[in-house]
């Protein structure tokens, strides 16, 4: 059965940092691109980031760009979303997600496996 669990979500003041992580099971991790997307209430799923299976690539959301890193260890089979500067607008539930295409792409409809998300909330 494969799985993606998500860990690392909180509340956050504006201006502060998370980190979150997936760890995937039952995939052969290393072979699969990963992505991160969130949902705010009323809102669509929208991409933030998506790292290539190797690491190599990655790309971001204009919104987060320069202040979100995504990153990935392979020895552990985990992604990480490294979240920094948090705005309040920033504020979601964060999910994770694979893909077998391998590359880094930001289309929600290319994913076929998803993690059950985690709230960030940024707020004073």
């Known amino acids: 059965q494969v799985r993606l669990v998500e860990s690392g979500g909180g509340l956050v003041q504006p201006g502060g940092s998370l980190t979150l992580s997936c760890t995937a099971s039952?995939?052969?991790?290393?072979?699969?691109?990963m992505g991160w997307f969130r949902q705010a209430p009323g809102e669509e799923r929208e991409v933030v980031a998506s790292i290539s299976y190797n690491g190599g690539t990655s790309v971001y959301a204009d919104t987060v760009r320069g202040r979100f890193t995504i990153s990935r260890d392979n020895t552990k089979d985990t992604v990480f979303l490294r979240m920094n500067s948090l705005k309040p607008e920033d504020t979601a539930v964060y999910y994770c997600?694979?893909?077998?295409?391998?590359?880094?792409?930001?289309?929600?409809?290319?994913?076929?496996?998803w993690g059950q998300g985690t709230q960030v909330t940024v707020s004073s």
């Open positions: 039952g995939l052969t991790f290393s072979a699969y691109s």
């Open positions: 997600a694979a893909t077998s295409t391998g590359w880094a792409t930001r289309q929600p409809s290319q994913y076929n496996t």
